[in-house]
């Protein structure tokens, strides 16, 4: 249960930090918070030669609400996102805020953060779920330059993302939610990982299409529900919800009982909380 | 064998300069090096929180941080809270409330309290539960750690009512 020798690296910016995993090459791995590097390490799950720390790196930690747009330096932790009151406060994230309660504990929020969430791809992890349902863009650095990848083309499915391995997330921007929000989720014990989730937004005026539903325990990786989002923006009941999900889990071939009527309870319990708020 | 770094730590208010394996881990740096046992270790991957210690003042589990990314912070350990004069608040509640069987999760729910108890919003009984689930506990049914923890937090809010914007949205 300990890790295996490793070389450490500290990078002093961004582009030192891309040209490290370079020299250093595939065996290299960036460690932001360790929250999931470093158990991995301890259980031999993870083997990197190199370990490139990139939290001395200044103000990859900012919070800032621009144009109406929330952007998160990727090194802001789970705890700073859940105090900040920019996020708090501003009418299309709040939900954001809210959801940090469930990511494991205060001990574990002090110091994981959301650039490792984002790379680390956890299919039942929120932030992958809140990027996919607010249509956020996670901008990239590495050897080739900066991009952005629209939160829905950069989970492929369990633990796997389309960044290069050179590349490191610097900052996730979140356009904000047009219609009230929901989020639930289900797992064991609170802090656990979920064994479903859902998050809602609803349509931003009446007669509108642009309901969100997104949905982890569903795929390897959050995954909009279309049938649903179509119901949600009908104004359906919870038995026209259940109906619709059903029919969306159909398509995605989930035929784990359990797992869908999880799904479904908490669909419709996002559902009932965007609705009275 | 893996590479070996300088470190300084400041340990419970004393700097300690150090050489440390890139692979250890702070609680291994904390009970081996510094000679600071107090701090327990248990599960070694993050679930168990009987490591836990403060860094910077913030809760953290010491088996999922590198002694090498720990350089340069300041780490306060169960050994800070007691001083000449006798236990803190907190070690007095535990004992008065009977909030401990063997012991052994013991100065891992006293960091997490003593750090966590600045986040809470209302120091009701229901934000202390969700405070100490973080830990685990084989013995005492967790009852009577939330009733220590609880009274402390609203015996030092009425103290200094300052509230950090926290917790619950
Ligand atoms: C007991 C426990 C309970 C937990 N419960 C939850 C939970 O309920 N929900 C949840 O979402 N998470 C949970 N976590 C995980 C936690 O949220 C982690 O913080 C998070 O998954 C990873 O963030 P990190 O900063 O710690 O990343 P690290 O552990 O440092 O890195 C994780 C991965 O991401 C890569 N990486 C890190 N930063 C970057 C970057 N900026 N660019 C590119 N790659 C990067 C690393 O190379 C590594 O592969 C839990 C962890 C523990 C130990
Ligand atoms: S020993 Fe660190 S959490 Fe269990
Ligand atoms: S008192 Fe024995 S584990 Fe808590």
């Keep these: 249960m300990k890790p295996a ?56 930690d900012s919070i800032e609400l621009a144009d109406d747009e929330l952007t998160i330096g990727a090194l802001a932790t789970h705890q700073a996102v859940l105090e900040s009151p920019v996020v708090r406060h501003s009418a299309g994230h709040g939900l ?43 901008v990239a650095e590495g050897v080739a330059g900066e991009r952005e990848v629209p939160a829905e083309e950069l989970f492929f499915g369990l633990y796997t993302t389309c960044l290069e391995p050179d590349e490191i997330v610097t900052r996730v921007i979140f356009p904000p939610a047009k219609g009230a929000t929901g989020f639930a989720e289900y797992g064991l014990r609170h802090g656990d990982f979920a064994l479903a989730a859902a998050g809602v937004v609803l349509p931003s005026a009446v007669g509108a299409t642009d309901a969100r539903v997104v949905v982890s325990g569903a795929a390897p990786a959050p995954t909009r529900l ?32 359990y797992q869908r009527d999880l799904v479904t309870g908490m669909v419709i319990k996002a559902v009932k909380e965007a609705r009275t708020r | 064998m893996s590479e070996r770094h300088l470190i300084e730590l400041q340990v419970n208010g004393e700097p300690h300069e150090l050489l440390v ?68 608040d907190l070690q007095e509640a535990f004992t008065a409330c009977h909030s401990l069987q063997c012991g ?8 997490l309290a003593e750090g966590g108890i600045p986040h809470l919003e209302d120091t009701s009984r229901e934000e202390v539960r969700e405070l100490v689930s973080a ?35």
């Design chain 1, 96 to 138: 954001i805020a809210r959801t940090m309660r469930h990511v494991g504990h205060l001990p574990i929020r002090t110091r994981g953060t959301v650039g490792g969430s984002i790379a680390h791809a956890d299919g039942s992890a929120e932030w992958p779920l809140l990027a996919v349902l607010f249509g956020a863009r996670v």
């Design chain 2, 21 to 88: 394996e890139a692979r250890e881990t702070l609680v291994d740096v904390l009970r081996h090096r510094v000679g600071a046992t107090g701090t327990h270790v248990a599960c070694e991957h993050g679930i168990c929180g009987a490591c836990t210690v403060l860094i910077d003042g913030e809760p953290a589990r010491s088996c999922l941080v590198l002694g090498v990314m720990a350089d340069g912070h300041e780490i306060r350990t169960v050994e800070s809270l007691a001083d000449e004069s006798g236990l803190n």
């Design chain 2, 135 to 169: 830990n685990l506990c084989r013995c005492t049914g967790y009852e009577t750690i939330v009733d220590a923890v609880e009274q402390v937090a609203q015996q030092r809010r009425s103290e200094d009512p300052t509230v950090t914007e926290g917790a619950s949205a």
């Design chain 2, 104 to 111: 052994f999760c013991t100065p891992g729910m006293l960091m």
């Design chain 1, 5 to 60: 020798p490793v070389s450490y690296h500290r990078a002093s910016s961004v582009s030192d930090a891309v040209d490290l995993l370079t020299t250093l090459g595939e065996e290299s791995k960036v460690i932001a918070g360790g929250q999931s590097l470093v158990p991995m390490m301890s259980f031999r799950l993870a083997r990197p030669e190199h370990l490139v720390d990139i939290t001395r790196i200044p103000g990859l």
């Design chain 1, 226 to 257: 279309p049938a649903t989002e179509a119901a949600v923006a009908a104004g359906a009941s919870d038995e026209a919800l259940r109906q619709s999900v059903m029919a969306d889990l159909d398509e995605l071939e989930v035929d784990d009982d």
